[in-house]
């Protein structure tokens, strides 16, 4: 990509500079532009049309299944030991992935038996399966997902509080963030972490989104999960992401919850338990 916006040309002495334009050592957002004459200078019109271009290319690129798989097989941890199962939902295509989300959130009837079948054949109670979802970009899952998950794994095998059992690592083809309930309920998983490419932005086609649900199970709502956002390196790093996602899982585990009742204060240390009829965003100690 470097190498795309080093044929783009710097901005000449005909444009008009934006004293905005100073800000944007701060931020990718397009700000600042400047101008010539009543346009914007050719140089951003470019830079804009690659970053549309990357995030159709994030959303429509299929995901490289073998060389996933191959890179989590190749991941030797004491946790994870197993190799990844591939499942697929209940879509048929990237244009009906696109048009029927329902469909993306549920296993096709194959993928049901298959994981049905291993747990009949392991009868083994997992604390944990985490799920791998090329989601809506790709690019981010392909990139990232390995790194994380390798650094999870050494958290896991770590903790000198709690012994993990996990299940192999499930990757799931045109899958949404709610595929998770359906093979965290037929795993029989205490918990599921689900990894899934993100809705790609014109300065961010590769952001990775991380979603723990304890207790999952078909037909759960959204906040029942906790979302870690933007995992990337020009965004959450895989250290700070891998710290996060341990935190929550511990203390999802300590306290049987997840969701808008548990809150993230993996910088604190600090975790509130909320009573039903208690607003989320009331906190005690604030």
């Not at 599921?192 to 723990?212: A, K, T």
């Not at 199970?217 to 996060?244: Q, T």
């Amino acid at each position: 990509m470097s190498d795309l916006h080093e044929l783009i040309a710097p901005q000449s002495d005909s444009v008009v500079t934006n004293p905005w334009r100073k800000l944007r050592r701060f931020t990718n957002a397009r700000i600042g532009l400047g101008r010539v004459g009543n346009s914007i200078p050719s140089d951003e019109l470019f830079k804009f049309q690659l970053a549309h271009a990357q995030a159709k290319d994030a959303v429509h690129t299929p995901l490289d299944i073998h060389l996933l798989c191959n890179d989590l097989t190749l991941m030797q941890t004491p946790v994870m030991l197993a190799e990844p199962l591939v499942l697929h939902s209940a879509v048929a295509d990237r244009i009906m992935y696109l048009q029927r989300p329902d469909l993306g959130r549920q296993l096709n009837d194959i993928s049901c038996q298959k994981l049905t079948d291993y747990q009949q054949m392991t009868q083994t109670e997992y604390d944990l399966v985490i799920v791998v979802a090329d989601g809506l970009s790709s690019r981010a899952v392909q990139d990232h997902a390995v790194a994380v998950i390798s650094l999870i794994a050494l958290h896991l095998a770590a903790d000198k509080t709690n012994s993990w059992t996990v299940a192999p690592i499930i990757v799931v083809e045109q899958g949404r963030v709610a595929i998770g309930d359906d093979i965290g309920e037929l795993l029989h998983a205490k918990a599921v972490l689900v990894l899934i490419g993100e809705r790609p932005g014109l300065s961010s086609p590769d952001s990775l989104g991380m979603y723990l649900t304890w207790a999952p199970k078909r037909g759960l709502d959204d906040s029942s999960r906790n979302c870690i956002s933007n995992v990337r390196p020009e965004g959450l790093s895989y250290n700070e992401a891998s710290l996060r996602a341990f935190y929550l899982l511990t203390e999802a585990r300590r306290l049987s919850l997840s969701g808008v009742s548990l809150k993230d204060r993996s910088d604190t240390k600090v975790v509130e338990t909320l009573q039903d009829t208690q607003n989320f965003l009331l906190s005690k100690t604030n």
